[in-house]
């Protein structure tokens, strides 16, 4: 045979080697099924590309660990799959999962905070949703360092856990999930602030007065009118005599208290019964909404010093004790009568 002809010979061969590469290759890389249902795939930290791959095959979600190994290693990403859960399929192109997990497209889930939950009924929620456990994370919402280390202030993050919708991915840590919510409540609290300032009280003393109006009505109209009668008492000296902060000191938040409060729950002396004690509780009793947060830093202007239910949903309210005392004998005879019927 002559070199040319050798030559064309060896470039047939060379030819067909290289589509018969190129054809593994395509085949290497080709969804292992044409239709097929999501499944989660969980992305532990710290694992190696290797690692996931094969756990990719594993899974039935990719045809050959070793070719999506050298694909991911092409396209730079070594080291840039992302921990957590995904929802992946079979049907899908190996390099569109890898875009997914280098992304770090996570499954998420849904966490509802809503107004006035405290910080032992908001744990609850986070263990409930999978996201964490409930003890850990109380822990470290009550941490007297856990404030400071997020950027506001007092002695633990109750009252700074924003009531909002979030949705979370499993696997973040206690601190993580509350520096979402403590995130929330500092971006609402930036559009406060500038109106805060003209007040003399700080953000800790702003949100526990927030967190007694959130607690104490949820008619929305109303909160600036009740904030505007412990603003008035602070004022005169007076005790803020709030049912919501009993409540919590008995409870220690971590449930509502399931029933009437007694004169006898009145007298027991914690450091929230503020029939007992001057001034603001210690700290936040719930975590406040905006519209509490608004209504303590501008609250309504008024003579008024009390209030008591008025039996459809709101408040009466009133500027002298005789005055409060017929209100009372009110709301007293409309409880008398619902219970008869």
């Not at 791959?53 to 045809?63: D, N, S, Y």
């Not at 997990?101 to 263990?127: D, K, N, S």
């Not at 607690?215 to 009740?226: S, Y």
Request: glycine residues 8%.
């Amino acid at each position: 045979m002559t070199r040319g002809r050798w030559a064309v010979a060896a470039a047939f061969c060379l030819a067909a080697l290289l589509a018969a590469a190129a054809a593994t290759w395509r085949a290497a890389l080709a969804p292992p099924a044409t239709s097929a249902e999501p499944q989660i795939f969980e992305v532990a930290r710290g694992a190696s590309l290797q690692t996931i791959t094969r756990q990719l095959q594993a899974a039935g979600l990719i045809r050959n660990a070793r070719a999506v190994e050298v694909l991911a290693r092409y396209r730079g990403l070594g080291s840039g799959l992302r921990a957590g859960e995904y929802r992946l399929s079979a049907d899908a192109p190996p390099g569109a999962i890898l875009d997914k997990l280098a992304r770090g497209q996570v499954v998420t889930y849904e966490l509802v905070v809503p107004e006035g939950y405290t910080a032992a009924m908001i744990a609850e929620r986070v263990e409930a949703a999978g996201l964490g456990d409930a003890d850990a994370f109380l822990a470290w919402v009550r941490d007297a360092r856990s404030p400071a280390d997020l950027g506001v202030e007092g002695a633990s993050l109750e009252g700074y856990l924003y009531p909002e919708t979030y949705r979370l991915p499993r696997g973040l840590s206690s601190r993580e999930i509350a520096a979402v919510l403590v995130n929330q409540f500092l971006r609402v609290w930036r559009e406060l602030e500038p109106l805060a300032r003209e007040h003399s009280l700080s953000m800790h003393e702003i949100v526990t007065l927030a967190s007694i109006v959130e607690k104490e009505t949820g008619v929305a109209e109303e909160r600036p009118l009740i904030a505007s009668v412990f603003v008035n008492r602070l004022r005169k000296g007076m005790r803020l005599q709030s049912d919501p902060t009993v409540v919590y000191g008995l409870t220690d938040g971590k449930r509502p208290l399931g029933r009437a409060l007694t004169r006898a729950d009145l007298q027991v002396p914690t450091p929230y019964n503020t029939y007992l004690i001057d001034g603001l509780p210690p700290g936040p009793i719930a975590n406040p909404g905006r519209a509490s947060l608004a209504a303590v830093i501008d609250p309504a202007k008024s003579d008024y010093l009390y209030f008591v239910a008025d039996g459809s949903g709101g408040h009466a309210f009133a500027k002298t004790l005789a005055e409060h005392n017929r209100n009372v004998a009110k709301w007293r005879r409309i409880r008398r009568d619902q219970a008869a019927e």
